[in-house]
């Protein structure tokens, strides 16, 4: 008989079994390394993504800052358009201050036609087609622009630029002049940025990839192939290459395999506003190490187990075959046979004992992992609706953590919605998450409220197969309860500090001086956004010693101690100097240390501001009061001293006519007549500084004027120095006394000959200007309205502040003794003052004075003045003057030149004998000649009782001091004769004359 067959068929299933169940345990492992792969990924991606966005934000913002910069702009132009060199000095100063603050290296300045300018580089070279296009970009619709990555010198490197258009303001409109170009290099910058890996790796990288025709181009060098930025160019027919899935727009994880033909993990992320496309990759062997460890371990376990099935497998086999072959072998041969099965059962058995002991050891091994982590697990099936909608899941295991973090005992084998209450109802977007990754296989992690059990979890979700999904988490209540009462607590505060007045703001900043908050109320104190501030704070300040107290105040606040409020001085985005007043208090940690420094800041610059001014017209007004006070004194005085040089001075004409020149005492009554005109001349200025000189004004144009002045004003300045002409291209009408505008002249031409030490330089120019309300607000002694300015400029050795405070006085001067009076300037300012002018001084030593003369313009007119009279003969014809002085050495010498001009002479010292005198005259009087200050009444009230008494009769008044006889600021009413004491003869027959023959 043959043997009994053996049972192969079950052994047979139980070996399958076994295999599947080491698959399905390894591609499980497989899923859960390559999710943690990807995850990772993920994560760093983000990090590379938000680290370049925001470099790039840095540099724009450089770009807008620079943009903004109305100082800098206005020095651009300059620089651009006519080459000024301070300009230049200028630009360079900021460019180097603004390239030491961020990671620049170079910065241009570049035309319109993109001629580079100014470089702080050396030698500064061109920009690369690439810039080029850009700059005509920003040009056109004046907003910064990047540029993309370029190569570009020798040897090539790459570079990024970043332009900021220079705009300029024409009414309107505004200009484009050019740009500042600030150039990064990529290595020093950028690279950086890309090449640092947060975990330790050998093969993981990222790169940047952008599209170039029909291939992908990397912007970065690999880590195993070195120069291939901006050279590596991959067709883009190479599928497999993750670099030429993220140009052609493939978005997320990506398996396949980079240059070296190697197998590789990638996620790819598109870089916002940028052709760029990041491929954040590690090699596969690397990514599934530890699962090849796990598959060694594995295969140790099932391999003898496996070995064992499969031997029974043959021996059943080769038992069943000799069976069928040797049914007619002899009892003995069967028999052997069986001790041979017997024997090979024998080795199965202990084969399958051993199998099972490891097998039962690694099962130990994870059920101790699986019950012991510290994370809450939890293996689901989803529940789907007919129509595909996440409807419920059960679980299918979870371990001790999980019982321990949500209190739900026994949930294995039940529905989600049976353990835990109104789950469909209070957590939709939760099953919502849970049911895509089912779906999809796309896992998911984040921070999610489970509203049933009232908690906050942190969750990671995968799929390690279809509908279904394993869920890692922690419970994280507590710290969302604190970080939603910390969240509740600064949005209070941002309330607080959000709604204080515009001209204060809370700020705070770390022991390094970096800032992290400051209120919104800062923009509207220093024009700044708050993100341009928190980049660019230490541009601010100024260079102002004061801001180093303000150091100092910061340095003793970070040690912990409380300081005093301080002012600082800032710049405004516009250039303006703001002056702040800072109050700051340390803020301490547990242990006492300083962590952080807070507070207050209010600007103080109006205030300021209104002080300087109160200052300034204070010191104006009593520089006025003191002039003012001079001129009082100055006309007191020139009545009695005029009347006393009039004897002089006539006396000794009236000697000097009858004398031949070689008369012994001929010299000496000359000497006595010049002494007498030089005093007479001395009195004069004073008058015309206290604005008592009287002045017959018409109008003239200015031009014609100084024109016909010109040859005498360059006799008064020899070989030497140049006297140049610059009249406006119009007529410049004003309304002056001709007289009064030579004075003038010959006052400034001498003080600037006599400034000028060798050869030099004079100039006159004239022109129209305009001031407005604006102007008189930061210059208190200009008027509004339309002026006429004149201008005289020397190149002499210049004033200093102190000169300049006195200029005016009367009797000062710089001059040596006995070369000038110190009247000459101010007579100008006397005579400015009465014709409603004002003067500006531009001085500095070493570099020449300018004066700017500002006469109040006239209408014009298309009128000329007519042509002066041929002079008649001055002597009398037969006409009867009455004199009235009550001085009666004056009174006999007016006498005295009247008999002699031939007049018939009426005189008395009492204004009231006059009217006594007249009537007993039995002829006509054709003139009454007065004096305006009479002891008993005055001249014009004289005059006006002569005039109603004898109609016809001409009054002709003198005076020392004509204060009497002035409407206003020493302009005489029409139809009034003067003539200012002291006198000549011949200047008391013209006036005599030209009064009779009206």
Same mark, same amino acid.
Request: overall charge negative.
């Given at each position: 008989?043959?043997?009994?067959?053996?049972?192969?068929?079950?052994?047979? =299933?139980?070996?399958?079994?076994?295999?599947?169940?080491?698959? *399905?345990?390894?591609?499980?492992?497989?899923?859960?390394?390559?999710?943690?792969?990807?995850?990772?990924?993920?994560?760093?991606?983000?990090?590379?993504?938000?680290? /370049?966005?925001?470099?790039?934000?840095?540099? @724009?913002?450089?770009?807008?800052?620079? +943009?903004?910069?109305?100082?800098?702009?206005?020095?651009?132009?300059?620089?651009?358009?006519?080459?000024?060199?301070?300009?230049?000095?200028?630009?360079?100063?900021?460019?180097?201050?603004?390239?030491?603050?961020?990671?620049?290296?170079?910065?241009?300045?570049?035309?319109?036609?993109?001629?580079?300018?100014?470089?702080?580089?050396?030698?500064?070279?061109?920009?690369?087609?690439?810039?080029?296009?850009?700059?005509?970009?920003?040009?056109?619709?004046?907003?910064?622009?990047?540029? #993309?990555?370029?190569?570009?010198?020798?040897?090539?490197?790459?570079? @990024?630029?970043?332009?900021?258009? =220079?705009?300029?303001?024409?009414?309107?409109?505004?200009?484009? =002049?050019?740009?500042?170009?600030?150039?990064?290099? %990529?290595?020093?910058?950028?690279?950086?940025?890309?090449?640092?890996?947060?975990?330790?790796?050998?093969?993981?990288?990222?790169?940047?990839?952008?599209?170039?025709?029909?291939?992908?181009?990397?912007?970065?060098?690999?880590?195993?192939?070195?120069?291939?930025?901006? +050279?590596?160019?991959?067709?883009?027919?190479?599928?497999?290459?993750?670099?030429?899935?993220?140009?052609?727009?493939?978005?997320?994880?990506?398996?396949?395999?980079?240059?070296?033909?190697?197998?590789?993990?990638?996620?790819?992320?598109?870089?916002?506003?940028?052709? *760029?496309?990041?491929?954040?990759?590690?090699?596969?062997?690397?990514?599934?190490?530890?699962?090849?460890?796990?598959?060694?371990?594995?295969?140790?376990?099932?391999?003898?187990?496996?070995?064992?099935?499969?031997?029974?497998?043959?021996?059943? *086999? +080769?038992?069943?075959?000799?069976?069928?072959?040797?049914?007619?072998?002899?009892?003995?041969?069967?028999?052997?046979?069986?001790?041979?099965?017997?024997?090979?059962?024998?080795?199965?058995?202990?084969?399958?004992?051993?199998?099972?002991?490891?097998?039962?050891?690694?099962?130990?091994?994870? &059920?101790?992992?699986?019950?012991?982590?510290?994370?809450?697990?939890?293996?689901?099936?989803?529940?789907?609706?007919?129509?595909?909608?996440?409807? #419920?899941?059960?679980?299918?295991?979870?371990?001790?953590?999980?019982?321990?973090?949500?209190?739900?005992?026994?949930?294995?084998?039940?529905?989600?919605?049976?353990?835990?209450?109104?789950?469909?109802?209070?957590?939709?977007?939760?099953?919502?998450?849970?049911?895509?990754?089912?779906?999809? &296989?796309?896992?998911?992690?984040?921070?999610?409220?489970?509203?049933?059990?009232?908690?906050?979890?942190?969750?990671?979700?995968?799929?390690?197969?279809?509908?279904?999904?394993?869920?890692?988490?922690?419970?994280?209540?507590?710290?969302?309860?604190?970080?939603?009462?910390?969240?509740?607590?600064?949005?209070?505060?941002?309330?607080?500090?959000?709604?204080?007045?515009?001209?204060?703001?809370?700020?705070?900043?770390?022991?390094?001086?970096?800032?992290?908050?400051?209120?919104?109320?800062?923009?509207?104190?220093?024009?700044?956004?708050?993100?341009?501030?928190?980049?660019?704070?230490?541009?601010?300040?100024?260079?102002?010693?004061?801001?180093?107290?303000?150091?100092?105040?910061?340095?003793?606040?970070?040690?912990?101690?409380?300081?005093?409020?301080?002012?600082?001085?800032?710049?405004?985005?516009?250039?303006?100097?703001?002056?702040?007043?800072?109050?700051?208090?340390?803020?301490?940690?547990?242990?006492?240390?300083?962590?952080?420094?807070?507070?207050? %800041?209010?600007?103080?610059?109006?205030?300021?501001?209104?002080?300087?001014?109160?200052?300034?017209?204070?010191?104006?007004?009593?520089?006025?009061?003191?002039?003012?006070?001079?001129?009082?004194?100055?006309?007191?005085?020139?009545? !009695?001293?005029?009347?006393?040089?009039?004897?002089?001075?006539?006396?000794?004409?009236?000697?000097?006519?009858?004398? #031949?020149?070689?008369?012994?005492?001929?010299?000496?009554?000359?000497?006595?007549?010049?002494?007498?005109?030089?005093?007479?001349?001395?009195?004069?200025?004073?008058?015309?500084?206290?604005?008592?000189?009287?002045?017959?004004?018409?109008?003239?144009?200015?031009? $014609?004027?100084? %024109?016909?002045?010109?040859?005498?004003?360059?006799?008064?300045?020899?070989?030497?120095?140049?006297? %140049?002409?610059?009249?406006?291209?119009?007529?410049?009408?004003?309304?002056?006394?001709?007289?009064?505008?030579?004075?003038?002249?010959?006052?400034? /031409?001498?003080?600037?000959?006599?400034?000028?030490?060798?050869?030099?330089?004079?100039?006159?120019?004239?022109?129209?200007?305009?001031?407005?309300?604006?102007?008189?607000?930061?210059?208190?002694?200009?008027?509004?309205?339309?002026?006429?300015?004149?201008?005289?400029? !020397?190149?002499?050795?210049?004033?200093?502040?102190?000169?300049?405070?006195?200029?005016?006085?009367?009797?000062?001067?710089?001059? &040596?003794?006995?070369?000038?009076?110190?009247?000459?300037?101010?007579?100008?300012?006397?005579?400015?003052?009465?014709?409603?002018?004002?003067?500006?001084?531009?001085?500095?030593?070493?570099?020449?004075?300018?004066?700017?003369?500002?006469?109040?313009?006239?209408?014009?007119?298309?009128?000329?003045?007519?042509?002066?009279?041929?002079?008649?003969?001055? $002597?009398?014809?037969?006409?009867?003057?009455?004199?009235?002085?009550?001085?009666?050495?004056?009174?006999?010498?007016?006498?005295?030149?009247?008999?002699?001009?031939?007049?018939?002479?009426?005189?008395? #010292?009492?204004?009231?004998?006059?009217?006594?005198?007249?009537?007993?005259?039995? &002829?006509?009087?054709?003139?009454?000649?007065?004096?305006?200050?009479?002891?008993?009444?005055?001249?014009?009230?004289?005059?006006?009782?002569?005039?109603?008494?004898?109609?016809?009769?001409?009054?002709?008044?003198?005076?020392?001091?004509?204060?009497?006889?002035?409407? +206003?600021?020493?302009?005489?009413?029409?139809?009034?004769?003067?003539?200012?004491?002291?006198?000549?003869?011949?200047?008391?027959?013209?006036?005599?004359?030209?009064?009779?023959?009206?």
């Amino acid at each position: 008989m043959p043997p009994a067959g053996f049972p192969w068929k079950p052994a047979a =299933v139980l070996c399958g079994l076994l295999m599947v169940a080491g698959l *399905w345990y390894s591609r499980l492992q497989t899923d859960l390394r390559r999710h943690e792969a990807y995850a990772s990924l993920l994560a760093i991606a983000q990090l590379k993504k938000d680290q /370049i966005m925001e470099w790039r934000r840095a540099r @724009l913002s450089d770009a807008r800052l620079v +943009q903004a910069n109305a100082w800098l702009a206005e020095r651009v132009a300059r620089l651009l358009e006519v080459d000024d060199p301070t300009a230049d000095a200028e630009i360079r100063a900021y460019l180097r201050h603004l390239q030491g603050a961020s990671p620049y290296a170079n910065s241009l300045v570049v035309d319109a036609a993109g001629t580079v300018r100014l470089s702080l580089a050396s030698p500064p070279g061109t920009i690369s087609p690439e810039t080029m296009s850009a700059l005509a970009l920003a040009l056109a619709d004046g907003l910064p622009r990047p540029v #993309d990555l370029y190569r570009q010198g020798s040897p090539p490197t790459s570079h @990024l630029d970043f332009i900021a258009p =220079v705009l300029i303001s024409h009414g309107t409109r505004r200009r484009a =002049v050019g740009a500042v170009v600030l150039q990064c290099e %990529a290595a020093d910058s950028l690279y950086p940025l890309i090449r640092t890996w947060p975990t330790p790796s050998l093969t993981a990288e990222t790169l940047l990839v952008r599209r170039d025709g029909d291939a992908a181009l990397f912007l970065n060098d690999l880590r195993h192939r070195a120069d291939t930025a901006l +050279q590596l160019r991959i067709p883009l027919t190479r599928l497999e290459i993750p670099g030429v899935q993220g140009v052609l727009g493939t978005i997320g994880c990506f398996e396949g395999r980079d240059d070296r033909d190697v197998a590789v993990l990638s996620v790819l992320t598109p870089i916002p506003d940028t052709p *760029w496309v990041m491929v954040t990759k590690i090699d596969a062997d690397e990514a599934f190490a530890p699962l090849r460890q796990e598959r060694y371990l594995l295969g140790g376990l099932y391999g003898p187990l496996v070995l064992g099935f499969i031997g029974v497998l043959y021996l059943g *086999w +080769q038992r069943q075959r000799s069976v069928w072959q040797q049914a007619l072998l002899e009892q003995t041969q069967a028999r052997q046979h069986a001790e041979a099965q017997c024997r090979a059962t024998a080795a199965l058995a202990a084969d399958q004992s051993r199998v099972k002991e490891e097998l039962a050891a690694s099962e130990a091994l994870y &059920g101790s992992l699986f019950r012991n982590m510290l994370n809450g697990f939890a293996y689901c099936r989803m529940l789907f609706s007919p129509e595909g909608a996440p409807e #419920d899941f059960v679980f299918v295991s979870v371990n001790e953590s999980f019982a321990r973090q949500t209190g739900l005992p026994d949930v294995v084998g039940k529905k989600a919605s049976e353990v835990m209450s109104n789950f469909r109802k209070k957590d939709p977007a939760l099953l919502e998450i849970v049911g895509e990754v089912a779906k999809t &296989g796309r896992p998911w992690a984040g921070e999610v409220p489970l509203q049933s059990l009232d908690m906050w979890l942190h969750l990671s979700v995968y799929c390690p197969r279809p509908d279904h999904f394993v869920a890692i988490f922690d419970v994280i209540t507590e710290r969302q309860q604190a970080e939603m009462a910390l969240t509740a607590s600064e949005e209070t505060f941002r309330q607080l500090v959000e709604g204080l007045r515009s001209e204060y703001f809370f700020f705070r900043h770390g022991p390094d001086g970096v800032l992290t908050y400051l209120s919104p109320s800062f923009t509207s104190v220093l024009g700044y956004s708050l993100e341009e501030a928190m980049v660019h704070y230490s541009t601010f300040f100024t260079p102002n010693p004061v801001n180093q107290a303000a150091e100092r105040f910061n340095r003793l606040s970070l040690q912990g101690i409380q300081q005093p409020a301080y002012e600082i001085e800032v710049f405004h985005k516009n250039g303006d100097i703001r002056r702040i007043e800072v109050s700051e208090s340390p803020v301490f940690d547990g242990q006492g240390r300083v962590v952080a420094v807070e507070g207050f %800041a209010r600007d103080m610059t109006a205030r300021h501001r209104l002080e300087a001014e109160k200052e300034k017209l204070q010191a104006h007004l009593q520089q006025a009061a003191k002039l003012e006070a001079i001129g009082r004194l100055a006309g007191g005085i020139a009545h !009695d001293f005029n009347n006393m040089l009039g004897v002089i001075l006539g006396y000794a004409e009236l000697l000097l006519a009858p004398l #031949d020149t070689k008369h012994p005492h001929y010299q000496g009554l000359q000497a006595i007549f010049q002494a007498a005109r030089r005093s007479a001349d001395l009195t004069r200025q004073l008058l015309g500084f206290a604005r008592k000189q009287p002045i017959s004004p018409r109008r003239l144009d200015l031009n $014609e004027v100084v %024109a016909e002045a010109l040859p005498r004003l360059r006799r008064l300045l020899g070989d030497q120095i140049e006297c %140049a002409w610059v009249p406006w291209s119009d007529p410049c009408f004003v309304c002056l006394d001709p007289t009064q505008i030579e004075h003038v002249l010959v006052s400034l /031409i001498t003080n600037a000959r006599d400034a000028i030490a060798g050869p030099g330089k004079i100039a006159l120019a004239t022109r129209p200007v305009r001031f407005d309300q604006a102007t008189r607000e930061n210059h208190e002694e200009f008027a509004s309205g339309d002026f006429v300015q004149l201008s005289v400029s !020397d190149t002499g050795r210049g004033m200093d502040q102190a000169t300049q405070d006195r200029l005016f006085e009367p009797f000062f001067t710089t001059k &040596g003794l006995g070369r000038a009076t110190g009247m000459g300037l101010a007579m100008v300012y006397g005579i400015m003052r009465q014709n409603r002018g004002f003067i500006k001084v531009v001085s500095d030593p070493g570099a020449g004075s300018t004066f700017h003369l500002y006469f109040p313009a006239a209408i014009a007119s298309a009128d000329r003045p007519a042509a002066a009279a041929p002079a008649a003969p001055l $002597e009398s014809r037969g006409e009867t003057i009455l004199v009235v002085e009550d001085e009666p050495g004056l009174l006999a010498m007016i006498r005295g030149m009247l008999d002699q001009l031939g007049y018939q002479v009426l005189a008395t #010292d009492q204004p009231g004998q006059a009217m006594t005198i007249a009537t007993a005259h039995r &002829g006509p009087i054709q003139l009454l000649l007065t004096d305006v200050v009479l002891p008993e009444l005055n001249g014009r009230a004289l005059a006006a009782t002569f005039t109603a008494r004898f109609p016809g009769l001409k009054v002709l008044f003198m005076s020392g001091s004509s204060e009497e006889v002035i409407a +206003q600021a020493g302009v005489l009413p029409s139809g009034v004769a003067f003539l200012q004491k002291p006198f000549t003869i011949h200047q008391l027959a013209q006036a005599l004359r030209t009064l009779l023959d009206r």
